[in-house]
């Protein structure tokens, strides 16, 4: 298993799990092709993944709470153009906090027990300690925010296409 000091955020990672060793938060990163653990929180790879990607935390929730209306557990677009959109289990102040890629989520199900399991993209399957109904909850709020981010992202695309075309037939 790999160790790191640092960790951004891409495409490939699918989630987050915290775990203490030595008295330190670490993070268990789940990628499509394999697991690397980081000696950071999952919260300060969020934090540094946002700013790797030009925006602040505060800034990524400020939006969140100004698109879909939620401040409470947000979900945050890490980087909305490749799709990277992670939102907690719990509270993000919570220590046993997980961040999951809405990306990578194929399926999930209720498990005795106040649990759901999730399988992900890659066919790997996990249990965590949230309800069926919180889970479901927040996969759908981010489904929302990335919807609306993407509809925002393509009017501008096609507001630019259809300013250049402009542009073209003024030089014709």
């Known amino acids: 298993m790999l160790i790191v000091e640092h960790l ?4 490939y990672t699918m989630g987050l799990f915290p775990f203490f060793y030595d008295k330190h938060l670490w993070t268990k990163a789940l990628e499509e092709d394999g697991e690397i653990v980081v000696k950071q929180s999952p919260m300060d790879i969020i934090e540094q993944s946002c700013l790797y990607y030009g925006a602040s935390l505060r800034g990524r929730k400020d939006g969140s709470k100004h698109i879909i209306g939620t401040s409470h557990k947000a979900p945050i677009a890490v980087e909305p153009t490749n799709e990277i959109f992670f939102f907690p289990t719990i509270s993000p102040t919570n220590p046993q906090c997980i961040w ?12 005795q027990g106040g649990k759901t ?20 909850n927040q996969l759908h709020r981010t489904a929302q925010l990335r919807t609306k981010m ?12 259809y300013l250049l075309y402009l542009r073209e037939r003024e030089w014709s």
Do not use: D, Q, W
């Open 8 to 11: 951004h955020l891409t495409r």
């Open 100 to 111: 999951l890629s809405h990306l990578h989520i194929r399926h999930h199900e209720h498990v």
């Open 117 to 136: 399991r999730i399988t992900f993209s890659n066919g790997t399957s996990v249990e965590i300690c949230i309800s069926h109904h919180s889970f479901v």
């Open 150 to 161: 993407s509809e925002r992202i393509e009017a501008r695309e096609r507001k630019m296409m």
